[in-house]
């Protein structure tokens, strides 16, 4: 994996209450928002917040489904780890060939987003891949 130059660029956790997690993250903790994408059509929104400058800085991803009124449980509100790779196609068909589920193959989001690729650790955590810009 060392020539796909690999580095951990995220972890997401599902939230229900996203002004109070803001408050918690970027004035509490401060860090700040570095950015946000919506996804009305699905009801979700996505919002990156950290102590980078960058893109690939490591970040928090809170995923807030906008109509979600329970709190998540324990084993629900973990999400994944998401990992920056060089040629994610290659790295995915190398981990299929090791016995590795792939959850979803390379693929953009959405229409010119990032591609990403979905994939399960033996204990059955899922991974996101990002593909490097």
Known sequence: MKEHAPQILHTMLRVRDLPLMLD????????????????????YSLIFVGYGETR??????????????????????????GIGVTDIAQVCARLRAAGVPVL???APMRPGGRVIALIRDPEGHEVELLAAD
């Not at 993250?25 to 919506?38: A, F, I, K, V």
């Open 24 to 43: 918690f993250y970027c004035n509490l903790l401060g860090m700040r928002e570095l950015r946000r994408l919506e996804f009305p059509e699905a009801r």
């Open 56 to 81: 690939d800085a490591p970040q928090i991803e809170l995923w807030h489904m906008w109509d979600r009124t329970v709190p998540y449980g324990p084993d629900e509100a973990f999400g994944h780890v």
């Open 104 to 106: 979803r193959e390379p």
